[in-house]
């Protein structure tokens, strides 16, 4: 069990009021709060060991390149990564993927084939997108079944001799859905495809290990577990790493340049161009020995405890719409009420205090599938207490006349 009061001392943010109420932060999908032990780890960066990495001879670059180094290693560890060079930093998600999709993308010629799903996020999408028109590769798309998982058996229809890559979300930001990455990356492998996937939504609900997953790229955000703002990890096999070529280029990734020539750095700096966020990724640490203090499977039953005790009491409400029932989901309810607009259940849900997601949650194909325009979306984290869902669901009755429904 959890003592999620004396947690919360650890988040001056959700003591604020608004509009003179309590809030209630339900918007953990799209970026969790920081705990103070994570600030302080900030603050202590920039007044004690600010300096520039791996550049200096002098002592305080020298720590400052140690506490960078370290945090890989800490990287490492918290998802088991079978070595501490194939950790890379980025800047969140979006970047790793925009990495994967450049410089693998580079191997790929006309006509090769990508398999996403419709369930991805933008991030998982666009950066295809872009390589499509750069190289003329096929993007296909797996679908998904009623509840919201994946259709599987068009995943497996979906590879021909063309296929050279699988990309693919390990948890819907939207559906909550947790796609079972092991089978999937199996099959993929045995059909020679590469691996790719986006961890996002994953990493911050339960323990993840790379090595046992057992795909080729996984890429996460340190914003979205209780990390600094601007950051993100990309971990991917040796192997891929050696092969695929750099994907930006400048300092810190060479090891040798001339006009006649350039040499790269090996992994990981070959895939780290210029100056670092050594600040936000030094304080990753903290938020990694946070998380562990605390114990990922203690915040994952405590989640997975609002969550469903929110879902029960939202199917008493009359005409309640969830989206994504797959079973063993993450933390996450996406919903409508009657007829009523995402939008205005959002802002009249605002006025009373809970700050919950609405629009297509960067999802926009999966909401085309739906056939909707966007959905609400309530997301929970290790802070949120029971009392906050009982709010939430008394400010869900509170609008329902207004909303024009029971
Ligand atoms: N992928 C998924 C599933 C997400 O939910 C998000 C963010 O909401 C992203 C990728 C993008 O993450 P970031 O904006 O931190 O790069």
Redesign the pocket.
């Known amino acids: 069990m959890l003592d999620i009061k004396a947690l919360r001392r650890q988040y001056p943010i959700l003591e604020r009021k608004v509009y003179g109420k309590p809030m209630i932060y339900l918007d953990n999908?799209?970026?969790t709060q920081t705990p103070l032990q994570v600030v302080d780890a900030i603050r202590d960066m920039y007044l004690s060991h600010k300096a520039n990495v791996h550049r200096g001879v002098f002592l305080l670059a020298q720590e400052a390149t140690e506490l960078l180094e370290s945090a890989r290693t800490r990287v490492q560890r918290y998802i088991n990564a079978p070595s501490r060079e194939e950790v890379i930093f980025t800047?969140?998600?979006?970047?790793?993927?925009n990495l994967v999709a450049s410089s693998l993308g580079q191997l790929l010629t006309p006509g090769d084939e990508v398999i996403l799903t419709v369930m991805?996020?933008?991030?998982?999408i666009v950066p295809w997108q872009l390589l499509q028109a750069r190289k003329g590769i096929v993007i296909k798309v797996v679908p998904i079944l009623p509840d919201g998982s994946l259709d599987l058996d068009a995943f497996r229809s979906l590879f021909t001799q063309r296929t050279r890559v699988v990309s693919f979300?390990h948890?819907?930001?939207v559906l909550g859905t947790v796609n079972p990455v092991k089978e999937m990356a199996a099959y993929a492998h045995e059909k020679g495809a590469c691996v790719v996937v986006?961890g996002?939504?994953a990493v911050p609900h339960f323990k993840i290990d790379v090595q046992e997953l057992g795909a080729d790229f996984y890429?996460f955000?340190a914003?979205?577990m209780y990390g600094p703002q601007g950051i993100?990890i990309l971990w991917g096999r040796r192997e891929w790493l050696d092969r695929i070529p750099p994907y930006q280029g400048g300092g810190e990734m060479i090891k040798h340049v001339s006009f006649s020539g350039t040499t790269f750095e090996e992994p990981p700096l070959k895939f780290e161009a210029g100056t670092p966020d050594f600040v936000d990724i030094a304080a990753l640490t903290s938020a990694l020995d946070y998380i562990d203090s605390i114990g990922i499977e203690h915040i994952e039953a405590h989640e997975n405890e609002l969550m469903q005790y929110a879902t029960a009491e939202m199917m008493k409400i009359p005409g309640m719409r969830i989206f994504g029932t797959a079973p063993g989901k993450a933390p996450v309810i996406s919903f409508l009420v009657g007829d009523a607009h995402h939008y205005d259940t959002g802002m009249l849900l605002d006025k009373l205090g809970v700050a919950v997601r609405t629009g297509h949650?960067?999802?926009q194909p999966l909401m085309e599938s739906l056939g909707i325009e966007g959905t609400v979306r309530a997301s929970f984290a290790l802070y949120n207490t029971r009392a906050e869902v009982n709010a939430f669901l008394a400010a869900l009755h509170r609008i329902l006349p207004l909303l024009g429904v029971g």
């Open positions: 999908s799209a970026t800047r969140g998600t979006t970047e790793g993927i991805e996020h933008h991030a998982n979300c948890v819907s930001n986006d996002a939504q890429a955000s914003h979205k993100g949650h960067c999802a």
